[in-house]
Structure formats: C-alpha cells, structure tokens
T-cell receptor, first 111, second 115 residues
Framework: GNSVTQMEGPVTLSEEAFLTINCTYT??????LFWYVQYPGEGLQLLLK?????DKGSNKGFEATYRKETTSFHLEKGSVQVSDSAVYFC??????????FGQGTELSVKP | DVKVTQSSRYLVKRTGEKVFLECVQD?????MFWYRQDPGLGLRLIYF???????EKGDIPEGYSVSREKKERFSLILESASTNQTSMYLC??????????????FGPGTRLTVL
C-alpha cells in the first residue's frame, strides 16, 4: 500500500543553519508529492509540491526534489530563520485528491 | 483568500455524548475532508466528501459519521464519544478544477478532549 515516512523530530537548529528533513515514500505508480507546514496554533498550509520524477518544488527558500530512484522527497533550506519554527508534513496524493501524510517533523530554530 | 473555518478551537465533552464538529468553506470547493492529527501519527483521513450528499470512508472511520447537506458545510459526528477520540481534528477543502494536484486548504483545527 501507500505510505510516507519522515525523519523523527524534534529537530533543533540555530538560526542560519542548513536544514534537511528526510521523507521517503512507498506507492504504486508515480504519485504527486507535497510538503505542508503547520505553524503553532494554525492549520496546515501547502509549502511546495512536485508532480513528476525529477521535478523540484520550491517556495520561501525551501526546496525538495522528487527522486524516483530513491523514492524520496527530502526538504531542504540553506539558512533557516526563527520564523521557520513549525511542524512539517510530507504527503503523497493518491486516488483523486486524497493525501497520505507522514508523521510530521517538528522544527525549532533558536536565535 | 480561501477560508476554512471550524466551529470551535477547543471542545471538552464527556464519554458517551454525541459530538458535532462543523466545518465551513467559502470558496465553493467540491471536495471536503476530515482528518485527525495525533503526535507521531501525522494526519489520518476519517471521511471525505466529493460533493453535496456524497461521502466516502477514509482510513479510520470507525466511531464517526459525517453529513454534507450543503456544499459549503461538512460536519463530523461522534455518535458516542470515547476517550480514545481525544485528538486534534482538522477539516480541509479542495477544488477539483484544473486537475488532481490542487492543494487542500485547511481550517485551524478543533482540539477535542473527551473525559
């Protein structure tokens, strides 16, 4: 079946550090992949997406590349800010518009 | 701006009570979803609705039902609340226009505690 696995958190970084949050998936076919972000006290917001192999999604300095050969969609940012502190969810789309989410990774950025 | 609103941010109920969680979206979206969010488990789909009066079970529908009588409103019902239904509940909506990769827009969530 379909599943998404993320690296466990929480992840604590200093401001301006490099961020990687790992995400791997299991799926039949070639699903579209997403990263959503949840800021404290809010619902989820779409951060970026990629719809086919080798696509790179990017937004707000975050990037992720759809790697079919490693079934991965790792999230990266070159220099994190305190305002990036949030929970990040990797997800894949299956059967129409439904999504399967990973377990979420909490990021805390210290000044 | 798309807006998805949920009737309560925090709710405390007693075991055995019937609980209604309401979700309203203002963008004429066809699809609506109910998830529960638990630490270490991410979001899990409870029910979704393709359109008015259409509903389908998600991955964890046991103990829940839904109602969608109007396009903008999607209600989640806990027929007899139990302590293991204590969780954060998130509603989302999505348009079907322009393809299947349209994003889901989420409400702020309702944190339900069942005592």
């Amino acid at each position: 079946g379909n599943s998404v696995t993320q690296m466990e958190g929480p992840v604590t970084l200093s401001e301006e550090a490099f961020l990687t949050i790992n995400c791997t998936y299991t799926a039949t076919g070639y699903p579209s992949l997403f990263w959503y972000v949840q800021y404290p006290g809010e619902g989820l917001q779409l951060l970026l997406k990629a719809t086919k192999a080798d696509d790179k999604g990017s937004n707000k300095g975050f990037e992720a590349t759809y790697r079919k050969e490693t079934t991965s969609f790792h999230l990266e940012k070159g220099s994190v800010q305190v305002s990036d502190s949030a929970v990040y969810f990797c997800a894949l789309r299956y059967q129409g518009g439904k999504l399967i989410f990973g377990q979420g990774t909490e990021l805390s950025v210290k000044p | 701006d798309v807006k998805v609103t949920q009737s309560s941010r925090y709710l405390v109920k007693r075991t055995g009570e019937k609980v209604f969680l309401e979700c309203v979206q203002d963008m004429d979206h066809e699809n609506m979803f109910w998830y529960r969010q638990d630490p270490g488990l991410g979001l899990r789909l409870i029910y979704f609705s393709y359109d008015v009066k259409m509903k389908e079970k998600g991955d964890i529908p046991e103990g829940y039902s839904v109602s969608r009588e109007k396009k903008e409103r999607f209600s989640l019902i806990l027929e007899s609340a139990s302590t293991n239904q204590t969780s954060m509940y998130l509603c989302a909506s999505r348009t079907t226009g322009t393809g299947e990769d349209n994003e889901q827009f989420f409400g702020p969530g309702t944190r339900l505690t069942v005592l």
